[in-house]
């Protein structure tokens, strides 16, 4: 008899083990020290891609007015170090925006950014706690380019995607471009349309990630007459393969439009060849906004089920803001925000063998004030590292925040 207590004891904490919180997070640390009245920053990358992590560097990139007009920048750490170096410039125009930063070789990152309607690239490296910054190269050919991603391709080759202006509408493009043995961006390809056919209706928001040397970019298309997400693949940034639907459409009622409601896709390459995409979802009109996820067969490349992610604890009020980081231990991690406790904080859960965890407060982006619009990076060594918007009032002084997860293993 005492062994069947113990069986039930055991398997009636399973879940509640399973659900533990696996990351500890340190205090909160300001990411810039430019804050005050009429200065806002930003955090509104395509594929929520603000913050990267080499091998034994973390970097940030943001917009903020602080020097008047909307400028990009970066700040660089040692992915130890409790605070960000020196804030560096980027962009060199009138004004810049949407800027996102992937990592590139051991510790150097590509940085791409919308400025003045065009869109740029440039390499970030970070050697001896000194960061270097190269020259930046203009990648766009149109009038009007906007919503930039990039992701190494392979050494010396990135791959650019980005929505720009043909006709009334607005399209997915790509090109290649090649960076030198200094690791400086020279020269980019003549950009091409994913889909060849002119748009018949907008295609917004494209977000890239690579897993075993196949590129996967996603974006938002609404040639349906409502906003769906669509995705094609490519290993050598030429040939793609024909773009495919990847959420499920769902007619909401006769009221309320053709489909779901969709927006703000990201990505993210996990272990074993797959990839994890993750966006916000109103299938369920009434409360708003939901995070919903999908991840691909590792042997097809195509995408599954679409998933929901937070608990039923947050199935009642909307979630805005979805991110998502991976590694190649398989570790999946997405993080959003959400008023579930009355104040906007930052929550996030991870992949299980059962399904999504519980959802978690990232303690540090909780509480009074707004926190909002985050973007995460998993390290090596299994680290959560966090940065997000904090606001006293909604519409009050912003800051931009950052803090680090220590993994705990368990027991």
Known sequence: MKYI????????????????????????????????????????????????????????????NHLSSPQVFVAVKGISATSFNKVIKVSTGGSAYSPVIRPYNKNSFLISWEQDNQIYIATLSYLNSKAILSK????????????????????????????????????????????????????????????RAPPREDQLYPTTSINNGLVTVAWEDRRTGHTALYYSQTKNGQIFTPYRLLNDIVQKSPDYGRGNGITRVAIASAGKGKVVVTWMDKREFITGYDIYAAESNSKTNLFGKNQIVQDTLGNDISQWNPTITANKMGDVIIAWDDNRDDTSDIWFSWKTKEGWSDDFLIDPASGEGQQSAPSIAIDKNRSLHAIWIDQSTEFGVTKLLYTSGKYIKPK
């Open 5 to 64: 207590h113990v069986l039930f004891i055991l398997i009636f904490l399973a879940p509640a083990l399973a659900n533990a919180e696996l990351w500890a997070f340190q205090e909160k640390t300001f990411v810039t020290s430019a804050v005050g009245e009429k200065i806002f920053h930003h955090l509104d990358s395509t594929g929520r891609n603000n913050l990267a992590a080499s091998d034994s560097t973390l970097a940030a990139v943001w917009e903020d």
């Open 136 to 195: 930046p190269l203009k990648i766009s050919q149109d009038k009007i380019a906007k919503h930039a991603t990039v992701v190494k391709l392979a050494d010396g080759l990135a791959l650019a995607a980005w929505s720009r202006k043909k006709g009334r509408r607005m399209q997915i493009v790509t090109t290649t471009v090649e960076i030198n043995t200094q690791g400086v961006p020279v020269k980019a390809a003549s950009p091409a349309p994913i889909d």
